[in-house]
C-alpha cells in the first residue's frame, strides 16, 4: 500500500516501514493483528459492566494498551515455539519466520519488548493489575507448548483469552471480582475451545504425522465435531447466565438470542471433510461475535 508524498519525491509504503523486529506488515502476519477482534471487545465488555457505563478512559486506554501486547506477546512466542513445525507444514510455510522475513533473534526481541509494555500498562491501571501481569504473561505462552503434550490445549487457549473479561472487570473494579466476569471468562473459554477445535481440523493429518496431540488428531473427526458442539452450547448457557447475573436489561437477551443462532450457523458449515468454510467458521462468524458481546452489554445497561 502507498501514499503519495505530499511534499514531493519518493511515495511512502506501509510495506516499507520497518521496525528493530522487521517490517511492520511482516509483523502484523506473524502475530495475526486481525485476530485482536477476538479478545478485545470482551476486555471492553467486563470493563463496561464494572463500571456499569463507560469506563475511566485512562483506565480504558491502558486495558488497550496491554490486551493488544499480551496478545502480540503470546502469539510471537506461539511461533518461536512452533518454528520447527511450521517448516514442514505446508499450510504454514509462508509464515514471516520460516520464510526468514523475520529472524528468530527480532521476534525474541519483539516478545520481550511486548512483555515490557504489557507490564508497565498494567501498572498504570492499578497495583492488582501490576501483580497479575507476569502471571498472566506465563499463562499465556504455556498454550503454545501444550499440544505437544494434551488435547486440553484448546481449552487453555480459551482460557487465555477468557482472561479478558476479568482484565477489564479488574481494570476498573480490583478490589472486587463479582460473578458476571466470572460468567463471561467461562463463555469466552468454551467458546474460543470451539472454534480453535474447528481450526485444527485444518491440521489434523499434519498433527497426527507429528504427534501433536489435537483433538481432531487425538480423539478423531466426529468425537472433536461433538466437543465443540457441547463448547458451542456452553458458551451459549454461560452468556445467558452473565446476563442474568450482571442484571442486563432486554436488549442483551436479544444479542444473545442472536449469538446463539450464529454459533448453530457455525456448527453446521463445519464438515471435516469439506474445509472450505474454515475460514468463515473460524474468522467471520467469531469476529462478529465478539463486537455484538460489548454491544449487548452496552445496550443492555442503557436500554
Known sequence: MRFKNPLGGV????????????????ICRMIKIEHSVFALPYAWAGAVLAARGLPPLWSLFFLTIAMVAARSFAMAFNRLVDLPFDRDNPRTQNRPLVTGAITTRQTWGFCAFMAIIFVVACGCINQVCLWLSVPALIFSAIYSILKRFSPMCHFWLGATLGLAPLAGWLSVSPSS????????????????????????????????????????????A??????????????????????FAAGLHWPWYVVWLGITIMLFVEHRLMKPQDLRHVNTAFFTLNGIISPVVLIGVVLGIYL
Do not use: N, R
Not at 506501509?14 to 522487521?22: E, I, K, M, Q, W
Not at 466426529?222 to 446476563?243: K, Q
Open 11 to 26: 511515495s511512502l509504503s506501509v510495506d516499507a516501514l520497518s521496525a528493530p523486529f522487521g517490517k511492520f506488515t511482516d
Open 222 to 243: 466426529e468425537t472433536a465435531l461433538a466437543l465443540a458442539a457441547f463448547s458451542h452450547a456452553m458458551t451459549s448457557i454461560f452468556l445467558l447466565l452473565a446476563g
Open 177 to 220: 471480582l463479582t460473578l458476571p466476569p466470572l460468567l463471561l471468562f467461562l463463555a469466552v473459554t468454551f467458546w474460543v475451545a470451539a472454534f480453535d477445535i474447528y481450526y485444527a481440523f485444518q491440521d489434523m493429518d499434519f498433527d497426527m504425522a507429528f504427534d501433536l496431540h489435537s483433538i481432531p488428531a487425538t480423539c478423531g
